[in-house]
């Protein structure tokens, strides 16, 4: 049995050919390129590892080398949690997603990972709840993409981090942006802290899905200007898109669609200055 097993293992590990793929870990991540996009059974990696103990191999590809791969269970508590849509996703299956199935994002390296994995390693030993964790990691990586997987480490594998990260945008108004609510560029299982500041109280507590409506029927760009997530470039002032009450809640203005008008940064501040009158929101919105 055990010549038979050394076997059934070299082979499984042969099927990945290459120079400097003698290690477990090369041969996974050699896989996972190969199949970026998608999504991959724990047994196939086990196999073409060569040992069992695949799962700690892939933790360090995530955490010391950078590799975007996120897990099945990621992906389940994101799709059970409202922030993503299966739509969104690279397969059609929801049977084929396995707690240790395994999805590499993008066929590159995140250099930044491995320092952000220190820094989450020790705002996950703090005595804070989970959402004070999530916030104060996301402000230390402002305007740059962090996984879900970072996320869900945060909250010690805790399945209600997406429902915390839900609250910090609808109800106390933190800029954050996945694929589904606000910058449609980014891949599935993204998160980005677009700026260190939080809405206008009148401009927060509007739920995800009339969120979604709006930037969908103003197509993700600047009813004023333009302007979208394709068009950020280095010294553009405007960097996030924000959604603005055309009647607000003072004046028993209402979370709808019909209430709300997609505008820039830029555009949204002028707007609180009185620079853009409401008159002209509503004619911007008729267009």
Known sequence: MVPA?????????SLIEGEGLENARDRIVAYLRKYHGSLIQGDELMVVAGISEYARRIRELRVQEGWPILSGAMIRQMLDGGEIDKSDL?????????????????????????????SANRIRKSDYGIKTKIIEYLRLNVGKPVTGEELKYLANDKSEWPRRVRELRTEEGWPITTKISGNSELPVGVY?????????????????????????????????????????????????LELHHIEHHADKGKNTAENLITLCNV???????????????VALLSD
């Open 90 to 118: 690279s397969f059609n299956d929801l049977n084929d997603l396995k707690l240790d199935s395994y999805l590499l994002l993008e066929d590159r390296l995140d250099r930044d990972a491995a320092h952000r994995w220190n």
């Open 5 to 13: 097993n050394h076997l059934l293992r070299d082979l499984g590990s």
């Open 267 to 281: 555009h949204h501040d002028q707007v609180h200055k009185g620079g853009i009158l409401k008159n002209e929101l």
């Open 192 to 240: 980005v802290l677009e700026e260190d500041k939080q809405a206008e109280p009148h401009d927060r507590k509007i739920p995800d899905t009339v969120r979604v409506d709006v930037l969908t029927r103003d197509n993700h760009c600047c009813r004023k200007c333009g302007w979208g997530y394709p068009d950020l470039t280095p010294g553009d002032p405007r960097r996030i």
